[in-house]
DNA sequence: GTATGTATCCATCAAATGATTGAATCGTAA
DNA sequence: TTACGATTCAATCATTTGATGGATACATAC
């Protein structure tokens, strides 16, 4: 059985991919309660009916749209994974900063909605999301923090969460601190990976050595 | 001349500053889109005319309401600032996450809003809050890592906001991060202070050293 | 050609929501 | 007491918004 999402993946140019695409953007820009289901359509170019024929109801749309983010995050950082196997910590560190960084540069809305559901509430329901968790489990491993996604100490947990919501921080936050500090958007790109890499790998190179 | 806002904060029982109180934390929770006049009201004990007939529209209390949690979280760091002051580097930055974190779990309401405002956006204005890049600047200046608050560089300016993020990301996902960490509110609150202090304060010392 | 299922749009509904109006209440000064 | 301003609420309005129904177009199968 494929779900409505593994469809609209499966042909990126099906109107069902298309208003996925779109909802994606505006959701991450504006959150649940501030995106309305006619801009999304607007975007796509298409009536509202058409949206709701093929995904339901906004709430529907919604949770397709963060199952699906969370998919694609999860196979970049095994992407990742792949390359930084191996290599001493320090390294591994640093080439995930900056994999990852150019990655959700390209598609900011991970990081917006990401973020947005962390810190947002949604008024209706407050359902879990149940996929960040073994998410941050599975990052500890890869960092060679833990020897497996199971039993990932707290602590690791929370150094993990400080250091992929760091990265978040700044491609979400682009809008605003950018501006803030002057600088146009491929300088910025390059402050931010600066910048993580000197909060991020002296912890953990420094106290890997003691 | 006093603002609205001044006369809410001379007399903490008036309606206007009861209305604020409720409103700074509604806000903060659900955000701009996701908040009703109607909410706040039930919250405040009363009806929306009452509302209006205070703070004008939803509009103008929520930007009172950042104006006010501005103005808390400067004096805060104000207070700090007295307390730290000429001690070395690495004491500053223990003591300051001590009683920054102690303060914002006690006020998670201004983590909450101050993060809305940087990663989503309000369908309607897009307003440039100017009081946060200044600010900046003072922490900057505060924990020592620019003489005056003009002429702050960039990369310090980044730096800054790395750390203050990583603190509002903290308390302001609680409800998300801590079933994570399987953690009882105490417990979190210590393992927030130990992960901020493993991350931020090797990168700060270690870097001054050389 | 006809039938069937899919996809799309136009018109419309019902509820939610920001906001206003006018009446009632209360305190206070003349 | 009376008059007046400040405050509060019930009732209501206009718009927005999520959602639906029905008509239309189009393809494919029979």
Redesign the pocket.
Known sequence: MTTPLEKARKDPDS?KARILDCARRIFGQYGFHG????MIAREVG?????L???WG???DLYESVVVDINKDLRQKLIDVEKVIHGLPLGERLDISIDLTTDYLFAHPEISNLILLRYFGKTRSDGNFDSLIPEFTADIARSMGLARDRKNVPPETMMKVLAVMNSIHNFISGENFFRPMVKADRETYIAMVKQTLKFIHIPAFTQNEAT
Request: charged share 25%; hydrophobic share 20%.
């Open positions: 109107m995106t309305t289901t006619r298409i009536d509202i009916s058409t709701h024929y093929h109801g906004k709430k």
